[in-house]
């Protein structure tokens, strides 16, 4: 009977112990993904996140005439669609700069620089920056389960080598420059990474689907971090050509998205990239969280009225699964970056899916705002799911919905007065709905693969008790580049950013700098109490003619060191020494400050103490951190020297022998 009752508690164990997996199981399959870090090079010159919210804030259309430099505009361009290659349109959303490259900062040589496809360059260049921004350091990374997912469409590069027509204008390099997953593989080649790496074509909605996939992947375990995005340049003509036979574009060059005259789209370029990981990983690393992935879903239209023509009951569906994904009440989204292309077909299709699913049940006062950033810098294919990621994200963090351009008179087609949509069409506050804020992000691709993805704000994350009210009264920055030219630019952009963020604590300036990012061979650094006094100091260096920090200086001279010749640093950490002064120095109250201020000194001191309590019967931090050199206060001046007795304040006495 014992025998019994013991196999029965056993298997009742078991089964306890079968559900709690399964439970974990179930966590980790629908937990959040934090968005730890991003970069772009977006029309506008919209080059960073920050640059990037300043146009759409002010509702900047940086639509352009299409540039002398990609193409001859006169040569393909005709009014008339039905003429044999000829585009109808000549305007678009380009990017600046796409012919300048650092290779060697990659690793990668010149020669073979120049069968790069710039689209691998940017990859490359924002990849990199959104690592940085991420505080992610590289070293740390080799070897790493960070995944790379990214979508890309075209390689118009490869007509001046590859399908040039000319075979003797093909070298080694050409292949591997122009060639889609090379680009995505040589990202994790440069950085060392070890994940899965996958490169995604659906067209329009590639870099969306690169963002759900890298999702599930960290989900699994089968990643620890992922970098997703897309990356599209028009830099030849055919492709444009190609679309003015669909009718596709728009004549004028302007998405006109939700109004009565839209007529297509404008083709945009650009590359952006978000840094991903999960949401329990980034609270625990202390990473700063930019936004969270609740959920997400993907789908195909299947059969529908044509190859790539929208089908209303499948982004219905996509939509609806992906909230369902999140665990999230519908009526609780405030906001949806559209597809919004600006097609008189797709349009109502799109809005009407949308209010089939978020519409029912809302009360008056909690309409769906509904945006589309095509409107701003046309339609980027590949980016453009990614490109409207950002775009949510930026919204969050200011709490602001930027305005939607190019709607004057709502399109007729769609049934405004039934459905509880509203178009912003000026910066508009974002207040939040039961004390949180979500937004929902679409892509549907002309493939027919649709992609929707429900996004909010950061998570408010508890300070941890060790690090608050850390106060020192100097902090050290450090700044570092591979280049002397490029430690330059970087110590500019620093004096730029110090001079407009005086607000920012300068702990924290100098906690992101020294060990959140990768440091190089040429290198500058400066103490200071404060972010001000910081900016003044960086305004007033001489780099690089400033001396080196020398010992008895103030700590206030910038420090330049350039890298040492062989058996110096040469690539490597530089050697470590540690200087200990003769015996007799040490006096009571040594080391409080530390203990105070540094967690890491604290924590160590604190474990030593419990040792030695066990021997002592006292805790050693009673005369160590005594004000007046005894333990609880108990009188006695200055320090204790070889044979001098101390007394505690429970009377108990002893003599310190120095050895």
């Not at 996140?49 to 352009?64: H, K, S, V």
């Not at 349109?89 to 290779?103: A, H, L, M, T, W």
């Amino acid at each position: 009977m014992k025998q019994q009752l013991s196999d029965a508690q056993r298997m009742l164990l078991a089964l306890k112990q079968a559900r709690l997996q399964l439970e974990a199981l179930e966590r980790q399959k629908n937990e959040p993904i934090a968005i730890i870090g991003m970069d772009c090079r977006f029309p506008g010159n919209a080059n960073s996140p920050e640059a990037y919210w300043e146009l759409l804030r002010n509702g900047i259309d940086a639509i352009t005439d299409i540039p002398s430099d990609r193409w001859d505009v006169e040569s393909y361009y005709d009014s008339d669609p039905e003429i044999p290659g000829k585009m109808y349109s000549r305007y678009g959303g380009f990017i600046e700069g796409v012919d300048q490259f650092d290779p060697q900062f990659f690793g990668i040589s010149p020669r073979e620089a120049l069968s790069l496809d710039p689209q691998q360059r940017l990859l490359l260049e924002v990849s990199y920056r959104a690592l940085e921004r991420a505080g992610q350091p590289l070293d740390s990374l080799q070897g790493s389960k960070t995944g790379v997912f990214m979508g890309i469409c075209f390689d118009d590069y490869s007509r001046f080598t590859l399908n040039s027509g000319d075979p003797t204008l093909i070298d080694a390099y050409s292949s591997l420059g122009n060639t889609r997953s090379i680009a995505v593989g040589r990202i994790a080649y440069v950085l060392g990474l070890t994940g899965p790496v996958i490169q995604l074509d659906t067209t329009c909605s590639s870099s969306l689907l690169a963002v759900h996939l890298a999702a599930q992947s960290l989900r699994t375990g089968e990643s620890n971090l992922a970098l997703a995005g897309g990356v599209n340049l028009m830099l030849s003509p055919e492709v444009s050509i190609g679309f003015s036979k669909l009718k596709a574009l728009a004549p004028d060059g302007r998405c006109k998205t939700f109004d009565e005259k839209a007529d297509g789209y404008v083709r945009g370029e650009g590359c952006g990239i978000v840094v991903l990981k999960r949401l329990s990983d980034a609270i625990a690393d202390g990473d700063k969280i930019l936004g969270t992935v609740f959920g997400s879903a993907v789908n195909h239209d299947g059969q529908s009225n044509g190859l790539t023509a929208p089908n209303g009951s499948a982004q219905e569906t996509v939509i609806r699964q992906a909230i369902e994904n999140a665990k999230v009440d519908p009526t609780q989204i405030q906001y949806v970056e559209a597809h919004g292309t600006g097609t008189s077909l797709g349009d109502p299709i799109e809005v009407l899916a949308l209010s089939k699913v978020l519409g029912k049940n809302r009360e008056q006062d909690n309409p769906i705002n509904i945006g589309s950033v095509k409107t701003n810098f046309g339609h980027l294919e590949s980016a453009a799911g990614v490109a409207s990621l950002i775009k949510v994200i930026l919204s969050l963090q200011h709490q602001e919905i930027p305005p939607h351009l190019h709607f004057k008179n709502p399109n007729p087609y769609i049934p405004w007065e039934k459905l509880p949509i509203n178009v912003p069409t000026k910066l508009t506050p974002w207040p939040a709905k039961k004390g949180r804020r979500l937004a929902g992000v679409s892509s549907f691709g002309m493939s027919g693969t649709n992609v929707h993805l429900i996004l909010g704000e950061s998570p408010k994350v508890e300070e941890n008790i060790e690090t608050q009210n850390v106060e020192s009264s100097l902090h050290l920055l450090t700044l570092s580049a591979k280049t002397e030219t490029a430690l330059q630019a970087q110590i500019e952009q620093y004096k730029t950013y110090l001079n407009t963020h005086q607000n920012i604590p300068f702990a924290d300036i100098c906690y992101s700098a020294n060990k959140r990012r990768s440091h190089h061979n040429y290198r500058f650094s400066i103490v200071a109490s404060s972010t001000l006094e910081a900016a003044e100091k960086l305004n007033n260096s001489l780099y690089p003619n400033s001396p080196p920090l020398t010992r008895g200086s103030s700590g206030g001279s910038p420090f330049y060191s350039p890298p040492l010749t062989r058996g110096g640093w040469g690539g490597s950490s530089p050697p470590i020494a540690f200087l200990f002064t003769g015996q007799g120095s040490q006096y009571v109250g040594m080391g409080q400050q530390l203990y105070q201020t540094q967690p890491t000194f604290k924590t160590t001191v604190d474990h030593c103490c419990d040792i030695l309590q066990s021997y002592l019967g006292w805790d050693l931090k009673e005369v160590i951190f005594s004000e007046q050199g005894t333990g609880n206060g108990e009188q006695e001046t200055g320090r204790l020297g070889d044979g001098e007795t101390w007394r505690r304040g429970d009377g108990e006495t002893g003599r310190l022998v120095i050895i």
